[in-house]
């Protein structure tokens, strides 16, 4: 294994995180054609439930154990960060023990929390049965997240993203495989195939598990493992406090996250149920909102976080030093490689959002309208991402709790009466619950960045100049697609329409942005021209080599 610079370790986690979101978007169609409607809603409603336990049992402790790392590391106290891995997988197993217990003994009461008086679609025995299968893998995701955590402290980056794509290969077999046997084969209900489905959480999680095992026994010598060192003076109780100080900032921020969703999934069912829409129109606008726009939000939102697991360590190594222009560097590198390539990609996918969804799902209305506007919260989340990675980097933790508490519970409380407010403007209603969680995310980063400039004078001129500098090549995708949007037939009916549409209009556009953008030296303002050499050398096999031109 080699260690992985901040550029390369954000390329190489990056590349990994958007083949895995890629492969979580296109999974969805026959699982989608599978379970229908009503399984899509069950599938959401369980993986909402997952997720927030997920991150009690282990959403802080990969990224604290990766930051503490990095922290003996560079201070060359390699026995206590020995010692730090083996306390954190400890506390892990207890928090995974303790998380599936409550998720599958108390899983009908989450049920009735979730369905309420919803009447005419799935029942509370359907819901609590699929939030018990996929609570199996709390048992073993948080473990292998630990694991990951300690080979990203010392920046090895490659093995953790490897990990990653086989855990989705596997999950995503399982998930369409095991669907499609129970319900069409052996005419099985929707709610044991959508469950079967779920278990693929369970094994893609051993999976990785066994490679990430593997990868850390052959190179115990490289990760100080092979004992016989001697003992640091840190004691266990110093490092127990550290591994919960750091951990319980990302804690609360990934479970806040959570907790947004199954409080905003629940909102919108009462506040629909309310306005007199279907049980059937409530859970498809619901689970869109929640589950099925969102895996098509993941190829833009993922590049925040292949980011954030090159980034913290990075960070954290400039904070050990004190060389804060060195970390006022990399926040602004970041937002403007975020902002850079997110803000092309969510218009394009937002011109093409009746076209896109119907390539994923089955012609919906709803599903068009939530996508065209609920795309540009993957900026959004984005840029909370990388903020709020930077801050705990800094261990900034007040800010931290202020930022994100501010901006969720904002967005919680505007939900509603912007529902409501959208409905009396004749508007979808669920717009405003759309629009909720973007005002939501902009108070998080107003926070974020107003604290940094003020307390440690960071400035973020030059990200404001390159993204006004953007608008140009950005402008002119836009009317590129616009106008092949009117030149160019398709039949929304058909998904191989569908494809070679969207394809066609999303390479010219691209084309169109990159060239430009390139002509104006944008992209060598952020990445540099050397890194860009390299990617076109590798990407082109060596046929292209714009070093030489």
């Known amino acids: 294994m080699k260690k992985n610079s901040f550029l390369e370790g954000s390329f190489i986690a990056t590349a990994s995180i958007v083949f ?3 492969l979580g978007m296109l999974y969805v169609i026959p699982f989608y054609a ?10 959401a409603y369980a993986y909402t439930i997952y997720n927030i336990f997920l991150d009690v049992a282990s959403a802080g402790l990969p990224i604290a154990i ?4 990095n922290e003996y590391n560079t201070l060359g106290k390699k026995e206590a960060k020995v010692r730090a891995y083996k306390i954190g997988t400890r506390i892990v197993g207890v928090l995974s023990l303790v998380c599936f217990c409550i998720v599958f003994f108390f899983a009908k009461y989450i049920a009735i929390a979730i369905l309420g ?14 939030i018990r299968c996929v609570s199996f893998a709390i048992l073993v995701i948080p473990y292998l997240s630990v694991s990951k955590g300690y080979l990203q402290g010392h920046q090895y980056i490659e093995p953790p993203s490897v990990s ?7 999950r995503v077999a399982v998930l369409i495989g095991g669907s499609f046997i129970a319900i069409k084969i052996f005419n099985l209900q929707v709610s044991i195939g959508v469950g079967i489905a779920l278990f693929g959480a369970l094994a893609g999680g051993i999976v990785a598990c066994l490679y990430i095992k593997r990868k850390i026994n052959h190179n115990k010598k490289a990760l100080d493992l092979e004992g016989n060192l001697a003992r640091d003076d840190v004691p266990n109780k110093e490092i127990i406090k550290k591994i919960f100080g750091y951990a319980i900032p990302f804690i609360i921020i990934d479970t806040a996250v959570s907790i947004y969703h199954f409080i905003d999934m629940i909102l919108i069912i009462r506040t629909l149920n309310y306005l007199g829409y279907s049980a059937t129109n409530v859970e498809m606008i619901t689970s869109s909102i929640v589950t099925y726009a969102p895996k098509i939000n993941m190829i833009i939102s993922s590049l925040a976080t292949g980011m954030s697991v090159s980034l913290i360590p990075t960070i954290v190594s400039s904070f050990v030093k004190k060389d804060w222009q060195d970390v006022n560097a990399k926040l602004n590198k970041a937002l403007q490689i975020i902002l850079i390539i997110s803000l092309p990609m969510a218009v394009g996918i937002s011109l093409l959002a009746k076209p896109v ?4 799902y089955n012609v919906n209305n709803f599903g068009f309208t939530i996508l065209s506007l609920s795309i540009f919260t993957a900026i959004l989340t984005n840029a909370f991402v990388i903020t709020s990675s930077v801050l705990q980097g800094l261990n900034k933790f007040k800010t931290v709790y202020l930022s994100t508490i501010s901006g969720f519970a904002t967005n919680a409380i505007l939900d509603v009466p912007l529902m409501l407010l959208f409905h009396h403007l004749k508007l979808p209603p669920y717009y405003g619950a759309i629009v909720a969680t973007m005002i939501g995310y902009l108070l998080t980063i107003f926070i974020t960045l107003f604290t940094l400039n003020r307390q440690e004078k960071f400035n973020y001129k030059q990200t404001l100049k390159l993204i006004t500098k953007s608008l140009i090549p950005l402008l002119a995708m836009i009317g590129v697609v616009v106008i092949l949007k009117l030149i160019i037939p398709f039949t929304i009916a058909s998904k191989v329409s569908c494809v070679i549409y969207v394809a066609i209009i999303a390479i010219i556009g691209a084309c169109v942005y990159l060239f430009i953008a390139y002509k104006m030296h944008i992209l060598q303002d952020i990445f540099g021209q050397d890194f860009i050499n390299k990617l076109i050398k590798k990407l082109t096999l060596g046929r292209v080599n714009l070093s030489k031109n």
């Open 20 to 22: 895995v979101k890629i």
């Open 66 to 69: 990766s930051k503490l790392i």
């Open 164 to 170: 990653q794509v086989l855990e989705q290969l596997v």
């Open 117 to 130: 008086d919803l009447q005419g679609g799935n029942t509370i025995g359907d819901v609590t049965l699929v």
């Open 34 to 43: 599978t379970v229908g409607v009503k399984g899509a809603s069950l599938y």
């Open 357 to 360: 969804w119907a390539l994923f």
